[in-house]
């Protein structure tokens, strides 16, 4: 796929969380609003989104496409919060608070809103599935890792948030289908899932674009050259090189290399502003890294995605 082809791909997607600010902006959506569509999106519609996407898969009755993804998705992430902490300390943030923030932000690429439909788009819907098992070992990462760096809690305290209907209803379709039983699900019962599956990405992208309007209020505030540079470097240039060789020379399946060409071209997560805001982070510095990277990876995504199908041979 040429360049612009990539980019005609991937503009909607950043379409979807600039109307999601704008809606925010005329107060179509307010707060409480806000807090129930997050709700409604991670309870309800990405589960049967991660369900319609793995039952009848049949890359998903590989064994080495349910071990590995979560394995590297564990691995690349956790480096991620590390290297991304020696850079905090070595650009000097004012504070413990920001370094930890910045380690939390800088390390976590966005895994769901983003490349789900990236995926489905480059390599059909089954794709998708690979990619949810790989979150898994991502959310692990963010809730063992990154709960440790950010706050200091106990991995005890931070693996129970891994108990969590995501979790459940991935767990409940990769059983389905390696046993041979998701055949005999009734078609009522896929056809719910899939129709609110086709739910969670525009209004997960929505949501996301909404909650980051609440920021544009001091422009000037969001804008941390040391911040957003360092963060960008390290997200969009360091970690994508290390994660391009794992998908090369790592014994893993095509569908996996795909799932980590696409995921070395995103920008950071936005999960870790909620996060600073209840584990004692600066909320401001996450909402730097986020517009900052995501400003960047508007352009760079495509020649990443490009670059990382030629050198992988996908």
């Known amino acids: 796929m040429s360049y612009w082809q990539l980019l005609s791909l991937t503009l909607p997607v950043f379409a979807l969380i ?15 609003a806000e807090a129930s569509l997050v709700r409604l999106v ?20 590989q064994s080495s496409n349910i071990v590995w993804p979560p394995l590297a998705g564990f691995f690349f992430t ?24 910045f380690a939390l932000s800088a390390g976590i690429a966005n895994y769901g809103y983003l490349p789900l439909p990236i995926m489905a788009q480059m390599f059909g819907p089954d794709s998708q599935g690979i990619l949810m098992v790989h979150n898994v070992g991502v959310e692990a990462a963010l809730w063992t890792v990154g709960i440790v760096i950010l706050s200091g ?16 209803s991935l767990f409940l ?16 019962v896929t056809g719910i899932a899939r129709t609110l599956g086709k739910c969670a990405i525009p209004v997960g992208l929505l949501t996301t674009g909404s909650n980051l309007a609440q920021y544009l209020n001091q422009p000037r505030s969001l804008l941390n050259v040391r911040i957003g540079l360092g963060a960008s470097v390290l997200r969009l240039a360091i970690l994508p090189v290390l994660m391009l060789a794992g998908a090369k020379f790592l ?6 290399q795909r799932v980590l060409v696409v995921q070395v071209a ?8 909620l996060l600073a805001r209840h584990y004692g982070g600066v909320p401001l510095t996450a909402v730097q890294i986020v517009l900052g990277t995501t400003a960047v990876s508007v352009l760079s995504c495509p020649l990443w995605i490009r670059a990382g199908m030629a050198f992988v041979g996908l």
């Open 18 to 32: 600039g109307i999601g600010a704008v809606i925010r902006r005329v107060e179509w959506v307010k707060d409480e």
């Open 251 to 256: 014994p893993i399946s095509v569908e996996l």
């Open 266 to 273: 995103m920008p950071a997560a936005a999960v870790p502003i």
């Open 42 to 61: 991670v309870n309800l519609m990405m589960p049967c989104l991660i369900f319609d996407s793995i039952i009848g898969n049949p890359a998903m009755r």
């Open 78 to 101: 956790a480096i991620g919060f590390v290297l991304a902490l020696f850079l905090a300390r070595a650009l000097r943030l004012p504070d413990a608070p920001s370094q930890r923030t």
């Open 153 to 168: 809690a106990s991995l005890r305290e931070s693996g129970r948030k891994l108990v969590n209907p995501v979790v459940i």
């Open 173 to 188: 379709a990769i059983t389905l289908n390696v046993s041979g039983l998701s055949g005999h699900v009734p078609a009522v």
